[in-house]
Nanobody, 123 residues
């Protein structure tokens, strides 16, 4: 699975950005995707979940972004989006796309990561 992210950048506090992540690969790579999502890592901090969406459409958000961020997907395009509104300086981080796939024939899952895209929110 290859993940291509786009949409990061510099924005003022209160502004909006939309991140996109397209998953590609052979048909054997893109089947059995259990969930897609976004994580972020700020300087000196651990990587944390921002939002995720399962194959069944269930979403999960970090408490810090609830009501401001919305995750969505286009299954036909194997693309996941993160609409970020009312951005705050504390949202500044490198955002990473994540795809979690079922390992065929096992109960295990495997994570795939994008290269990361910088989001900087100025005060």
């Amino acid at each position: 699975v290859q993940l291509v992210e786009s949409g990061g950048g510099l924005v003022q506090a209160g502004g909006s950005l939309r991140l996109s992540c397209a998953a590609s690969g052979s048909i054997f790579d893109i089947v059995n995707i259990n969930s897609m999502g976004w994580y972020r890592q700020a300087p000196g901090k651990q990587r944390e979940l921002v939002a995720s969406i399962t194959r069944g459409g269930r979403t999960d958000y970090a408490d810090s972004v609830k009501g401001r961020f919305t995750i969505s997907r286009d299954s036909a395009k194997n693309t996941v989006y993160l609409q970020m509104n009312s951005l705050k300086p504390e949202d500044t981080a490198v955002f990473y796309c994540n795809v979690r796939k079922q390992v065929p024939g096992t109960p295990a899952e495997r994570d795939y990561w994008g290269q990361g895209t910088q989001v900087t929110v100025s005060s």
